[in-house]
């Protein structure tokens, strides 16, 4: 009798292929949801070493370094988390990965250090930077201005030059300013999703989400947030323009009614300086406190008389009360100095309590406590008023 023979079903014991799938890029809501809790918790730590520095070398020293603070504990967070390869605590919090946006891997260390040098380092060096650029540009420029003013019969170049040399003196912050960059950038990462912080855009990094998302649920963007930030754009760049080109003779002083949504008080001779702590300079203002164009020296001088209160060259402080000439009617010694860092008070400024500080000590105070070092009432930082006079 021949046996059968039951042939073995190999089928069955071949491995299984395993389940995979793509991870999706993270959408917007969810990238800026992880901003804001690690500048959260960035605020943390910067707020225990703040109180480590005041605890060790007093409240002055604090401010002065202040900004440095900021910079070391973002480097700090930073480099303990993405430098290392780690996830910061908002991008666990909201499941969202670094990867390369041209290889969809992880990004090598370069690329992560590259982006956290532009991201805390830059901005940094832009702070310390801009400013003495601007004083030397600005300081060109009046030069300038100053020899073509008297020449009288000027050719059509030196009078194009010297319209091009007044905008750019007016504009000087703007221009200088990395605000447009930064609004472009946002404005395309409402479109696209991607790239929230320029840095990112530069050093190549994306977010994908590192969850399953079931395919009933549906992912939202913030287009029409990009839509109002490119009319406000729009609307800006017009505003802008009529401004510039207009007929000199509509550049007027504004009248009261165009002040309305903010104080202002006139001096003698029809000089107007703004008193609203909402705005924060008016263009008479300005020339409390820089120089200016030689077309205003005269208004500049009767602002000083006016108020009896001297224009400082821009290296010193707007107003020091070291000088017995600078805001004579603040009387005695004891009132003249600042009670947290206990020296003359530089760029007076008042609470809305009456209570008056440093600018740069107050300034400091209220990043880390909204509340009056004196009484504790709250205070925020578009109401603190600068004293000029």
Known sequence: MASSHTQPDHSSHAPKPSPSFNYPFAAAPDIIRSNQKDIYFQGVLHEQLSSIIRRLYGIRTANKIDSEARTFTELLYLGLTTFIGNRTLGEEYCDILHISDDTLRLPPISRRASYILSVVLLPYALTKLLPAFRTRL?????????????????????????????????????????????????????FTGSYYHLSKRLSGLRYIFTKRIPPSEQRVGYEVLGVLLVLQMAVQGWLHLHSTFRPPEQATIPDAGSLATGGSAMLDDGVEVSTSAGRLYTSNNDLLLQSSAPAHHDVKRRIEKMTHTPVLEAEQARYDLKEPETMAWIAGERQRKCTLCLEEMRDPSVTTCGHVFCWTCIAGWIREKPECPLCRQSVMAQHVLTLRG
Do not use: C, G, V, W
Not at 146 to 164: G, I
Not at 184 to 190: G, K, P, V
């Open 138 to 190: 600005r300081r060109k420029l009046e030069a300038n201005l100053r020899q073509q003013q008297p020449k009288d019969a000027a050719s059509n170049r030196d009078a194009f030059s010297s319209r091009l040399q007044s905008y750019l003196l007016t504009h000087l912050s703007t221009i200088t300013s990395p605000s447009p960059i930064h609004a472009l950038t946002l404005a395309l990462f409402y």
